[in-house]
């Protein structure tokens, strides 16, 4: 059972990169799935959500840049990421997640992908 988050990459501020995850052993298209990134020193942090039936919530810092989405056939999830800024530096980690009235579940974690945003 594993996720794989892929896309990451070297790009300019100001920049766009488009972020997938991907699953080999399970089917995710009736989970609720999140998006969270490290930055280096940092702890861990939420992104972005999106439900099953396609209801997304985002992080602060991701409004209006960010965008999640997902693709029920092909059991993928994407994060479109906008107007990067070198404070978007960090790995990002897709993940299985149960939403709560506060932070959600963590019920399986991903593969991260490392995306850096120079100045």
């Known amino acids: 059972v594993q996720l794989q988050a892929s896309g990451g990459g070297l790009v300019q501020a100001g920049g766009s990169l488009r972020l997938s995850c991907a699953a080999s052993?399970?089917?995710?298209?009736?989970?609720?799935m999140g998006w969270y990134r490290q930055a280096p020193g940092q702890q861990r942090e939420l992104v972005a959500t999106?439900?099953?039936?396609?209801?997304?919530n985002y992080a602060d810092a991701a409004k209006g840049r960010f965008t999640v989405s997902r693709d029920k056939p092909k059991d993928a999830v994407y994060l479109q990421m906008n107007s990067l800024k070198p404070e978007d530096t960090a790995v990002y980690y897709c993940?299985?997640?149960?939403?709560?009235?506060?932070?959600?579940?963590?019920?399986?974690w991903g593969q991260g992908t490392l995306v850096t945003v120079s100045s």
């Open positions: 993940a299985v997640v149960r939403l709560t009235t506060g932070h959600p579940l963590v019920d399986l």
């Open positions: 052993g399970i089917i995710f298209r009736f989970n609720d």
């Open positions: 999106i439900t099953s039936d396609g209801s997304t």
